[in-house]
């Protein structure tokens, strides 16, 4: 008996992948910045594999950490 699970976060395989794309990657890290697992995305491997490497590049480039310290002044603002 095969049971299929049901894909939680799916990506189009039109859907392009960079490291500047904030929100397609915030969907699949938490609030410490770490990686969520295949397991919880529901993922296929290939995409999980692309997905981990994007990020890495990501915080690399400190893209992440850009974006916060924006949103931070934005919210200081008001």
Do not use: H, W
């Not at 397991?39 to 994007?54: D, E, M, P």
């Amino acid at each position: 008996m095969n049971i299929r699970r049901k894909r939680r976060l799916t990506i189009e395989p039109s859907t392009s992948i960079f490291c500047t794309n904030y929100d397609l990657l915030s969907k699949f890290i938490t609030e410490q910045g770490k990686i969520i697992p295949r397991r919880i995305t529901g993922l296929s491997a290939k995409q999980q594999r692309r997905i981990s490497k994007v990020i890495k590049q990501a915080r690399t480039i400190a893209f992440f950490q850009a974006l916060l310290k924006n949103e931070e002044k934005k919210t200081d603002e008001k």
